[in-house]
């Protein structure tokens, strides 16, 4: 999953937890989220507002009675274009004053002005946690539709053990993407998605193919569905299950890769050709077993570049490829976006351990047509998906604004 696109506020109130706020901060930027941070007067005394400032590349949002902050007199309209409002750490005082709708700084008045999903990750002493006070606090705040996420149990900073701990960041990330509404703007799009790898097979039982797993088209195609995309995958042999909704047209050679895409092209709007073609087929497919163990030679002729001839067959469709290099993967990735005659290019090292082939995460970069080049942190591949998607989203908005590089 990605934030690509999402707006968030991230509120932090005085509690010593306060700094691992920072490492909260730096999670959702790299899952591409835009995040304004609020700074109680209190958080501001444990961790200082130029680190959030730095890592945010926003200006943080700390009295909301300052004449000089433009934000001051916005708080209604910041809150309002939130997609969530998460408050981390939170204090036992914040919640008494979210619970009653006390707004005397800016975090609790931006929470009074919420129209988004409000969570609430607590920290502070296990006794204060377990006090009649702060369990009402929750309940009500519970009962109002905020989610207040469990403190974890395990030593505290006054030296008792309790629950009370600050949440780990990835359970905080995982509440926060499971209280976001998705987001639907691929509605009224047809996505046509190539993924797996393709079989050329020499005899009845033996083929040529490669590495490819298919996770990567497999989960842009579930992506583009969630995003309410119409969705059209084309799959090459893999050990996948097809997403629930998409129309699925199995394939096993680039031949029949090539009429499967060519069918569907005329209705697609974004093409996004995430299967390793093979390059070659041999050329005269044996109709019986080979038999023996004498050398063979195997006579291979080159496969259609279906690719090639999407793009310049297409009315219209936004097309994206897929380049898999083992070094200067900027410069070949550029060269192949041009000799193709395509929109964008996603490259990814495969020289690289752990990504790429057959592996679960991916670190890409995207290059686009208008010369931008745009490099994706490491991420499960679900998460690179949602993020190429957000992208491809972004440069077709662009597009009409931008004349070729
Ligand atoms: N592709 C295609 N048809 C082919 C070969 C590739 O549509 N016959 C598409 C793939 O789906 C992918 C992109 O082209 O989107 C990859 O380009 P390609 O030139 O095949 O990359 P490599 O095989 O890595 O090329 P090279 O050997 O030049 O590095």
């Excluded at 936004?318 to 996603?346: M, N, P």
């Amino acid at each position: 999953m990605s934030l690509t696109g999402r707006e968030l506020i991230l509120g932090v109130t005085g509690s010593i937890a306060a700094y691992k706020a920072v490492y909260l901060l730096r999670e959702l930027t790299a899952l591409g989220a835009a995040v304004s941070v609020c700074l109680t007067e209190h958080a501001a005394a444990f961790v200082g507002p130029l680190t959030f400032r730095t890592l945010s590349g926003r200006p943080v949002l700390t009295n909301l009675f300052d004449p000089q902050s433009p934000e001051a007199v916005e708080h209604v309209a910041l809150a309002e274009r939130a997609h969530a409002i998460l408050v981390a750490p939170a204090t036992a005082n914040l919640l008494a004053k979210a619970a009653h709708g006390i707004a005397d700084d800016f975090l609790t008045t931006l929470l009074l002005a919420a129209r988004s999903p409000v969570l609430i990750a607590p920290a502070m002493d296990g006794g204060m946690w377990a006090h009649p006070a702060v369990v009402e606090n929750v309940a009500t705040l519970r009962a109002r539709g905020v989610t207040v996420l469990e403190p974890e149990a395990g030593p505290l900073a006054s030296g008792l053990s309790g629950q009370g701990r600050f949440p780990e960041v990835p359970t905080i990330v995982a509440a926060l993407l499971g209280a976001l509404a998705p987001v639907r703007d691929l509605a009224g799009e047809h996505v046509l998605v190539t993924a797996g790898p393709t079989r050329e097979p020499i005899d009845p039982v033996r083929y040529i193919s490669n590495r490819s797993s298919g996770k990567m088209g497999y989960s842009l195609a579930a992506a583009a569905l969630r995003r309410g995309a119409r969705v059209t995958l084309v799959s090459g042999p893999t050990a996948l299950t097809p997403p629930a909704g998409a129309v699925f047209v199995p394939v096993q050679t680039a031949e029949e890769m090539r009429e499967a895409v060519l069918h569907h092209l005329a209705s697609a709007t974004i093409v996004i050709k995430a299967a390793a073609v093979a390059d070659y087929r041999v050329r005269h497919v044996a109709p019986a077993k080979i038999k023996g163990k004498r050398d063979l030679a195997l006579e291979l002729t080159p496969n259609p570049d279906i690719l090639a001839e999407v793009a310049a067959r297409r009315t219209g469709a936004f097309v994206v490829g897929f380049a898999a290099e083992t070094h200067d993967v900027a410069v070949h990735a550029r060269a192949k976006l041009e000799s193709k005659g395509i929109d964008a290019l996603v490259a990814n090292d495969v020289s690289q351990q752990g990504i790429g082939f057959e592996a679960e995460e991916n670190e890409v970069l995207l290059l686009d047509r208008w010369g931008g080049t745009h490099a994706l942190p490491r991420m499960a591949k679900t998460a690179v998906a949602d993020a190429i998607l957000g992208h491809i989203v972004a440069l077709r908005a662009a597009a009409g604004k931008k004349t070729p590089a």
